[in-house]
């Protein structure tokens, strides 16, 4: 059964060289700006039970990706279909600093439509998995990033979504904290849970993934089992690394090209459709 299907995903920013030409763009929309393709049609699907890891260099894309199918930020066209509800756990998700970490807890909670008696029996196990006991009534503000990460993580894991969505979250917190949710990330993928993991940390990958999807601006340049593409894309990230800033530079505008390429290509499908 498909939990995630996310079909010509076009996610389009627009770029400003300054302030002036912002504003103007918001009086004169269309004439100021460049126009900037976080991802430039993407397609994928993803089984029930599948733990998908999606890598990539900076900038290519991930983070927008993961937004999107969380629906916390829109695509410009395309549409992401999903097998019941998707939780995003990423280093700055959606905690509201003015608040404490408890109400940011119900917060939560109640917008998910959980019961004010549910919300007050998940709490503790909330608080003891994220190790706040001391600080839980402290302003989220006031939270290192591995705290927010850690309230983060800890209430999407006790709401028990379809579909858990890690990005980065692990990174931010200590190693024992990163072991504890590993291990719990385990114990979702046992009970058959669909889930995304973004990280950088190829080892984590490997420990974890059934399926790699490679993202290269904002396109999909590789998508299959972890052990057909990690290898892959480990390679080509020690090949990057060792490049000049040339060689890296150039590199960046055959992609830029590809990209170009690819929404003429889709441009023209569309015009013929019409
Ligand atoms: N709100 C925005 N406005 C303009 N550009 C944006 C916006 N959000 C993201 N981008 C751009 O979209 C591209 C993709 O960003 P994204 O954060 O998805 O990449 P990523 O693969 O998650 O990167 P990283 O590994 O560094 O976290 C980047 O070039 C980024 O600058």
């Not at 126009?35 to 991930?62: M, Q, Y």
Request: hydrophobic share 40%.
């Amino acid at each position: 059964m498909k939990a995630i299907e996310v079909k010509n995903v076009i996610k389009k920013y627009k770029l400003y060289e300054n302030q002036k030409e912002r504003l103007l763009d918001l009086l004169l929309p269309k004439n100021y700006g460049d126009d900037f393709f976080a991802l430039a049609d993407v397609s994928f699907t993803a089984d029930k039970g599948d733990v998908v890891g999606f890598v990539g260099i900076n900038g290519s894309g991930k983070s927008t990706l993961s937004n999107i199918i969380a629906g916390i930020v829109p695509p410009t066209t395309g549409e992401v279909k999903l097998n019941g509800e998707a939780a995003l756990i990423a280093v700055a998700s959606g905690l509201k600093g003015e608040l404490s970490g408890r109400d940011n807890i119900e917060l939560k909670m109640l917008m998910l439509g959980f019961r004010r008696e549910e919300i007050k029996e998940l709490e503790p196990e909330i608080i003891e998995f994220a190790e706040l006991e001391k600080f839980i009534d402290q302003p989220v503000k006031s939270y290192s990033s591995g705290m927010k990460s850690r309230l983060g993580f800890a209430i999407s894991v006790t709401i028990n979504p379809d579909i858990l969505i890690i990005d980065e979250a692990l990174s931010v917190g200590d190693k024992a904290f990163a072991e504890k949710s590993l291990a719990k990330m385990k114990e979702f993928k046992a009970a058959g849970k669909t889930m995304i993991f973004v990280s950088h940390s190829i080892g984590q990958m490997k420990r974890f993934c059934d399926k790699i999807l490679w993202l290269e601006y904002g396109m999909v340049k590789d998508y299959g089992p972890v052990d057909e593409v990690l290898p892959k894309y480990e390679e080509f990230v020690n090949s990057f690394r060792k490049m000049s800033k040339k060689e890296k530079d150039a590199y960046r505008q055959k992609a830029a090209e590809r990209q170009n390429e690819r929404l003429a290509a889709k441009r023209r499908t569309l015009r013929r459709k019409r």
